[in-house]
């Protein structure tokens, strides 16, 4: 035990000496925000997927391969079409207009993409963020106090105060210099953690040449990448699915903020190869962890969370004892935590910028000092840790069937579908107006819930909606309504004005319909 101990004190102590040097290069509020827009390509893309990624990865990801087996790889699938689409294609155009527009935030870049009159769009965005980045950080300190509690047998709200104490000091000193050289650290650490494992387990065992027939005879449809029963319509609803979590990258604020803070474009060329990279090894060794433990932990007739725990999600923690000796333990409970509290950081620099700086500063107080900004943003970030951990506490005791992937998954899900639509129509499409981006926001916001709440409980089709989870419905009806309404109300204008803009940054519409 003293191992682990030991480890995770270096961790947390790499953590905090992180922050002290950020904190000392905060000095405005665009150093607080965006970090002077001074990342390199390895930083930024480091931060930006494992921003992405979190929790659900490590303990989720990880404990869905041990469910579903083989099927689980269309998440991989998925996700690299998701990271390949926004640095290859959304991110030059994006980088180019932000740097133009002197963004600091995503809903600065939108308020100047439409030219906006009024408050309107910046109080819709700033709200639905704050709320759906207040499920999603609460879901990221939920895990941090199950993993203290699966690995070091802590009391769960022990471990989801001392992870939540954490990451909250080093965030409120260093802003988002912190959360972004912690997240370059932390990436690395899942990187090499992830990657090691299965490689190291699949290589100790004795019968490694049979685990194909070995998973066979568990379960068949471990082995079947449709999942068990083959190609039915519950199968494919459960694949698209897990194929498009991957549209969380299409322009989600926490992910595309790394993107207005690297230093220029060329590092945007350098950074989509390492995100790319980095996607595909940590994802395919997450769900080949999963398959793994189903393999070493099972046995026919065996169900995988009457032994892996709740969604099988401590399949990591298992095959980390079964793998490895007590001091390399503590290093992979570390990488869990890196997966949480990179996330949590991010997270929390971006909700507490957005009200400091979109609805204080732009709404309420323009005089607003750079100073006092920043430590008014200080003061929020502090609060809203605060709130994400007694909304934590509060699902911990009313839900506590409740999964980490799933739990994760709606918070990613709600983000997305309220910002990467009307992302995706603001950079290509000429003719998209202010009007029908807060349309398609309030509607992807609105069907995150109604999917989650209304239609999976309905006894029909229910079940196909709990299998597609919320992101396809909601995603794909605010994409409808943004269109729609900029259809019924056009704004000619705005669109020559849009065009007038690409011209200057060298850049086309990709679509003028």
């Known amino acids: 035990m003293f191992e682990k101990y030991a480890m995770i004190v270096i961790y947390f102590g790499v953590l905090l000496f992180l922050g002290y040097l950020a904190s000392r290069r905060v000095h405005t509020m665009n150093d607080f925000v965006i970090g002077g827009k001074s990342l390199s390509f390895w930083v930024a893309a480091f931060s930006a997927q494992a921003t992405g990624e979190s929790a659900w990865l490590l303990l989720g990801l990880t404990g869905m391969g041990a469910m579903l087996g083989f099927s689980t790889y269309w998440v991989v699938v998925g996700e690299l079409i998701g990271v390949g689409i926004a640095w290859f294609i959304m991110a030059p155009r994006f980088k180019r207009l932000t740097d133009k527009y002197d963004s600091m935030t995503v809903i600065d870049y939108l308020a100047s993409r439409f030219d906006s009159k009024t408050n309107h769009l910046r109080l819709v965005s700033a709200i639905s963020l704050s709320i759906f980045v207040l499920i999603y950080i609460s879901a990221q300190i939920d895990a941090t106090g199950s993993a203290f509690e699966t690995f070091l047998q802590w009391d769960y709200l022990t471990g989801a105060v001392v992870g939540f104490v954490i990451v909250a000091t080093y965030c409120i000193a260093g802003g988002f210099l912190a959360a972004a050289w912690t997240d ?11 990657v090691l494992l299965p490689l190291v387990a699949f290589l100790s065992l004795s019968n490694s040449g049979s685990i194909y027939q070995g998973l066979e005879a568990i379960e068949p449809g471990l082995v079947n990448m449709w999942g068990a029963g083959g190609f039915t319509l519950m199968n494919v609803s459960v694949v698209i699915g897990m194929m498009l979590i991957g549209l969380g990258f299409l322009g989600s604020p926490q992910v595309f903020a790394r993107l207005i803070a690297i230093r220029g474009e060329a590092e945007i060329r350098r950074g989509r190869w390492v995100a790319m990279l980095f996607t595909l090894l940590v994802d395919f060794s997450a769900v080949s962890i999963g398959v793994l433990g189903r393999y070493i932990f099972t046995s026919q ?18 095959l980390v004892e079964y793998t490895f000796p007590p001091w390399i333990v503590g290093l992979y409970v570390a990488a869990v935590l890196s997966a949480i509290m990179s996330t949590v950081s991010s997270l929390l620099v971006m909700a507490a910028g957005s009200i400091t700086h979109d609805l204080y500063e732009k709404i309420l107080n323009p005089g607003l000092s750079d100073k006092a900004a920043a430590s008014l943003c200080r003061r929020i970030t502090l609060f809203f840790a605060l709130l994400s951990l007694g909304l934590a506490v509060t699902v911990s005791i009313l839900s506590p069937d409740r999964t980490i992937f799933w739990f994760a998954i709606f918070g990613w899900a709600g983000i997305a579908a309220t910002f990467c639509p009307m992302i995706i129509l603001s950079l290509f499409w000429s003719k998209f107006t202010e009007r029908a981006a807060i349309a398609a926001m309030i509607t992807g916001f609105s069907m995150t819930m109604i999917s989650k709440f209304v239609l999976q409980g309905m006894e029909s089709i229910g079940p196909y909606f709990t299998a597609l989870e919320t992101m396809p419905p909601s995603f794909l009806s605010a994409l409808i309504v943004g269109w729609l309404v900029t259809i019924i109300w056009p704004d000619e204008d705005l669109d020559a004005r849009y065009r007038q803009e690409l011209v200057e940054i060298n850049e086309s519409p990709l679509t003028s319909d």
Do not use: K
Not at 184 to 194: D, E, N, S
Not at 301 to 318: C, F, H, K, M, Y
């Open 184 to 194: 370059m650290f932390q990436g690395a650490m899942m990187l090499i953690c992830l």
């Open 301 to 318: 007739g065996v169900e995988a969370d009457s032994v892996l725990g709740n969604g099988a999600q401590n399949v990591l923690s298992e």
